[in-house]
């Protein structure tokens, strides 16, 4: 795959049985984890605007963290940001922290990578951050 559809970008979802909802250009997916409440954590994917060799995403807990201040959150999102990769963290305009990555495909690439090392990892150190974040407030 070169180019990639929001629908195939959904099926690869269905490999993981997420349930989610269109919005717009993009997926929602909702997905709860006991160690974090009753909140789910939503993942966001979607494809670039100028065209479908990107691929984004970004998670967000709403709320979560809200007692903390405004440098506590940056100090965690640069400590984050230091030991990691991807996702990047940052804090948004409300407050909520988000993780962000993206994955640009400029040569064929198959549907097992996309799954595998993108949208896998997406989910897996999501879930890190929030649960690594929990301890903190």
Known sequence: MKNITLNEFRDILDSFNLTYRRQDDKLLVPMKNEELGEKPVIFVFGL???????????AALPGFGSSMSEIEKIRFCNAWNRDKVYPKAY????????????????????????????????LITSIEFFTALSPVF
């Open 48 to 58: 670039g605007k100028e065209n479908s060799k990107t691929i984004q995403a970004s």
């Open 91 to 122: 804090v948004d305009g409300d407050g909520d922290f988000i993780l962000g990555m993206a994955m640009f495909k400029d040569e064929e690439i198959s549907e097992e990578y996309i799954r595998k090392y993108f949208a896998a990892f997406v």
